[in-house]
């Protein structure tokens, strides 16, 4: 396996500098941690307690932010990895070889449709459990993590946003080894429920501005990617 150092931003963050998904899959596989995806925005406000958990963990570049502070640090062939896209490549990775899938997040109609919508692209997956993200109290939380230490799952993924899903996946991983991701809305987006931007606008890494388009709203988010994108180009990140 080919060796891959984290790259130390300036104020702390630690990311790998991955150059592809299959890159990011192999490390993976052999490191069994919790994938974090990482954008601008988790970069200028980490936290002591964001920066823990990206930091002893896999944090990778899910936006364009991310990918051009990596480039700033002189490592060129680093690359956007969108988790939303990620996950999939893993399931059609790892479920060829056999692996097994337990998944957790959003509403239990979505969660439902997501799991027969893998059962339809991915032919012979082996999905062992799966519950809804509304998990009420510790009792909810510890039955989780009982079913999941007896079902043994090669790959868990959780989408519930941050940092709720890596707190939740930090007490996974201790109680079973496994390959963890955060997803966020991505059970949404795979089943339709929310739109993508068009390929266009991803392939230009344009995403955050047709966001903008369809959301006014998030102008004061996008206001920190400026700044961001600008603190890089001075050498502050």
Known sequence: M??????????GVKLYPFSSNEELIDFVSNEKKILVAVNAEKILHATEQTKSIINNNIGYSDGIGAVMALQKHGFANAKKLPGCELWLKIVESLSQQGKTFYLVGSKQEVIETTVLQLKQDFAGIQ???????YIQNEDEKNQLISDIVEKKPDVVFVAMGSPK?????EEMLQQHKAIYQGLGGSFDVYTGN????PQWWVSHNLEF??????QPTRIKRQIHLVKFLLMVKLGRF
């Open 165 to 169: 899903q890596e707190l939740l996946m």
């Open 127 to 133: 999905i062992v459990g799966f519950r809804n993200g």
């Open 2 to 11: 080919k060796q891959i150092e984290q790259v130390t931003l300036r104020n």
């Open 209 to 214: 501005a047709y966001r903008l388009l369809k």
């Open 194 to 197: 929310v739109k993508r931007a």
